[in-house]
């Protein structure tokens, strides 16, 4: 069973910066897309970047210019840097495996709470 580990939120002012990692297991990491998700309080889950086996990445539009994704296929671990992080960024950060269709595929961490606020 292929376990997520969400790590790196906390309590940053607007405009500082944040490095999320995603470390997984139970699978050959490098075989799948991975992508970053939030869900802000009362909102939906969105999927704000995603990164291909290749390492090309994709943005929603609320990030681009802002957040980069990137994978260490040695360390089986994927990873979201946020910088100009602005209040609306706040939600709970999530990382998933992705299939052909760009679908998340494994059950849901726990996440990692990214705040934003002065």
């Known amino acids: 069973q292929v376990q997520l580990v969400e790590s790196g939120g906390g309590l940053v002012q607007p405009g500082g910066s944040l490095r999320l990692s995603c470390a997984t297991s139970g699978s050959i990491f490098s075989f799948y897309a991975m992508g970053w998700y939030r869900q802000a309080p009362g909102k939906q889950r969105e999927l704000v970047a995603t990164?291909?086996?290749?390492?090309?990445?994709n943005y929603a539009d609320s990030v681009k210019g802002r957040f980069t994704i990137s994978r260490n296929n040695a360390w089986n671990t994927v990873y979201l840097q946020m910088n100009s992080l602005k209040p609306e960024d706040t939600a709970v950060y999530y990382c998933n495996r992705l299939n052909s269709l760009g679908d998340a595929l494994d059950a849901w961490g726990k996440g990692t709470l990214v705040t934003v606020s002065s």
């Open positions: 990164i291909t086996r290749g390492a090309s990445p």
